[in-house]
């Protein structure tokens, strides 16, 4: 299996990349400015959940043809990109309805988990990212290439997933400090959905694989 010192490389590798903001952290920071601290943490842990497919694909070779495929590629990035803006466009619509300052309370947790998930299975650059760093720390020498990139995929998704929690509750307390003033917390819901549109619209225009 893999050696300490590679695994220790892997997730000193992994942490570096994981703080900086990116596609995940920009959808949980708009849940949790538009919902709230609960929705911002449910998302994440359903983001997480819908992206071990994705390590799975890749564990056992399914996820380099995905991910070398113009045709599914568009597909996955178009789905999510659109299920993004639909997302943004249903928090948008409904900011008014957050001036409460308990909007999350309507919304199950099953309801926003499932909406994570989604969104993480359908984030056609999860995939990529995993095809093109996961076996750079793979040892042939060792066997069972397959249960290491597992291994590697599942320990990155842990770390992403205790970061992108931070981000969620940083986001969310700071919405719950503006949500004083019924109109400061309608903007900022609004704001989250504005954030989740962008952000679906950049995933389904890209052209990037990468």
């Known amino acids: 299996?893999?050696?300490?010192?590679?695994?220790?490389?892997?997730?000193?590798?992994s942490?570096?990349?994981?703080?900086?903001?990116?596609?995940s952290v920009l959808f949980v920071v708009g849940r949790s400015i538009a919902l709230g601290r609960r929705?911002?943490?449910l998302s994440v842990v359903g983001n997480a959940l819908g992206t071990i497919p994705a390590v799975v694909a890749v564990a056992f070779g399914?996820?380099?043809l995905v991910a070398s495929s113009v045709v599914?590629?568009?597909v996955l990035k178009v789905v999510g990109g659109a299920y993004l803006v639909w997302l943004g466009i249903q928090a948008f619509r409904n900011r008014s309805s957050h001036a409460d300052g308990e909007p999350v309370a309507r919304v199950s947790a099953l309801t926003l988990l499932r909406q994570?998930?989604?969104v993480g299975l359908t984030n056609p650059k999860t995939i990529a990212f995993f095809v093109a760093v996961l076996p750079q720390f793979v040892d042939?020498?060792?066997?069972?290439?397959w249960a290491q990139l597992l291994l590697l995929g599942l320990i990155f998704q842990a770390l992403a997933l205790a970061s992108d929690s931070i981000w969620a509750l940083a986001a969310g307390t700071a919405r719950a400090w503006f949500a004083r003033s019924p109109r400061r917390v309608s903007t900022l819901a609004g704001t989250g959905g504005v954030m989740m549109i962008g952000l679906g619209g950049a995933l389904a225009l890209t052209g990037s694989r990468t």
């Not at 942490?15 to 596609?23: A, S």
């Not at 042939?140 to 290439?145: E, L, N």
């Open 1 to 13: 299996m893999i050696s300490v010192p590679t695994l220790l490389a892997f997730c000193l590798a």
């Open 15 to 23: 942490m570096l990349l994981i703080v900086m903001p990116g596609p």
């Open 39 to 41: 929705a911002g943490v």
């Open 62 to 64: 399914v996820g380099a």
């Open 72 to 74: 599914a590629f568009t």
């Open 116 to 118: 994570g998930f989604l």
């Open 140 to 145: 042939p020498a060792t066997g069972a290439a």
